[in-house]
């Protein structure tokens, strides 16, 4: 990576304990994809050439919940699907993370039926909500660095008993869309 170039060999760097594993926590955070719908297709295009997740070190989808740290709900949780959710987030180790992706994994979305949770935060604690339907891989990247922001700083709250509390991060929009390519205005001849 260069840093053999840039110092001598025989070199020696001291540091603390906590500041080398949260420098390797943040960068290999590994996600568990929860991907339901629409939401997972850009969860799919993150990791993908052109966005590149892989330039954060949080591109290696985890489908096993013992291997991962970091759940990314993407797309609408049916109250069927809630116990499967729950079961998986349990099964991660500790330190963990979740990410609610897009509006229907926040609040339900477009979807106000008796069928589908409206916000998963009711089931499980979220950290970081980006919004969005769907939300633009950029926004993604940005919740995932707000979490290896926390983590470089070893900054999770936690309640007088010592539980881990939720950060309740959520993400603004920074995606100005393009001007259409062509004119779309309804009624002209
Ligand atoms: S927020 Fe929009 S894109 Fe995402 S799952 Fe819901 S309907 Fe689909």
Redesign the pocket.
Known sequence: MGIEAALPTDSILTTQFHRVSNWARRSSVWPMPFA???????LMATACSRFDLARFGAEVMRFSPRQSDLMIV???VSIKTLPVLQRIYMQMAEPKWVIS?????STG???DTYAVVQGVDQFIPVDVYVP????RPEMLIEGIMAIQKIIDNENLPRDPDGKRLPLQIAVQPNFQPAPQPVDVSIGAS
Not at 101 to 105: K, L, R, S, V
């Open positions: 339901t719908a629409c939401c997972g297709i850009e993407a797309g609408r992706m897009g509006a229907c994994a979305g477009v979807f969005g339907c769907p939300p």
